[in-house]
């Protein structure tokens, strides 16, 4: 594995910075080279090779996304990865796709939030997830995200997937689907703007549908990696602001990873948002308070630099 890490790691990175020949090398896992998550890890490896010190380099790192990361990191073949709230806890806990697995993972910090998409054209009659009963909705592709959240949401309103008519679409197909009226509704488990939205938003009136306030609170009960984010009316063009269910997404390291090293990654990072917001959109949507309530302890050099 480590071997096909590092072939991938020299064919995937492009246009890094010019680091120094003896720095130590720190490998960041992110997801395909078309994912939202390779863009970030390239981002942050050009603000690690920047402003971390010349005896420390990064580089991105092609891996198979969120649910392998925490793993990769573990095992050491990555030193940090991008990974969401609910699978970083998860992966301390043992539970979840790393039942009976529990690993000695801490967080780095936050990043930008994955939300729950769920739309429906602006003149459907489906108002409210209970209105989803019996309707044809594009829920993602199998295995995906977007499926993770719908079975901690369905059981609060008294429903399992046997009550509506899925299709296991990518997003693309999905919302494409929505527009041309063949799905009554359509979710995607993405960053915002989400490229499928944007394209079925251009040719259809779209709109957000909502959950009831008792039932969101339940479900965030229920699932406290959970968190609600507030989507701005223009994102979408959409008619209303909307309030959605989401994960913030974060990095983690090794327990074990030295608290300088940390401390100086997690600085090289979060003291140059602007310049990562210039580079990549996501980051413009990291929110550094989120430091404070992440689903897994924070390793002790990234709480130093949080705290000062």
Do not use: W
């Amino acid at each position: 594995m480590r071997n096909l890490l590092k072939t991938v790691c020299l064919a995937a990175v492009i246009g890094s910075v010019n680091v120094a020949a003896n720095a130590e090398e720190y490998r960041i896992g992110t997801a395909s080279v078309g994912g939202a998550f390779f863009p970030v890890g390239q981002s942050i490896s050009n603000l690690v090779n920047k402003y971390a010190g010349d005896d420390l380099s990064m580089v991105p790192i092609v891996t198979q996304g969120s649910v392998q990361n925490p793993r990769l990191v573990a095992a050491g073949e990555v030193e940090l990865g991008i990974t969401s709230a609910n699978l970083a806890a998860d992966a301390v806990n043992g539970t979840g796709p790393y039942k009976d697995d529990p690993m000695e993972l801490k967080a780095l910090g936050p990043l930008h939030p994955s939300v729950l998409h769920m739309v429906v054209p602006a003149n459907s009659d489906i108002k409210s997830f209970a209105d989803l009963r019996g309707k044809r909705i594009a829920v993602g592709p199998a295995g995906g995200g977007t499926l993770g959240f719908l079975n901690n949401i369905m059981p609060v309103y008294n429903m399992t997937l046997d009550d509506i008519t899925p299709s296991f679409l990518s997003y693309g197909d999905g919302f494409s689907q929505l527009s041309d009226g063949n799905v009554d509704a359509a979710l995607a488990l993405s960053g915002y703007p989400a490229a499928a939205v944007m394209q079925a938003g251009a040719s259809t009136d779209l709109r957000m549908i909502t959950m009831d306030p008792d039932k969101l609170a339940t479900i965030l009960e229920q699932n406290p990696a959970y968190s609600t984010f507030q989507i701005p009316t223009d994102v979408y063009d959409m008619p209303e602001e909307a309030t959605v269910l989401g994960v913030t997404n974060m990095l983690v390291v090794r327990s074990d990873m030295s608290a300088d090293v940390a401390e100086r990654i997690a600085s090289a990072i979060y003291d140059h948002l602007d310049e990562f917001a210039a580079e990549n959109a996501n980051a413009a949507q990291i929110d550094k308070a989120r430091a404070a309530s992440l689903s897994i302890d924070l390793h002790e050099g990234a709480a130093a630099y949080f705290a000062q």
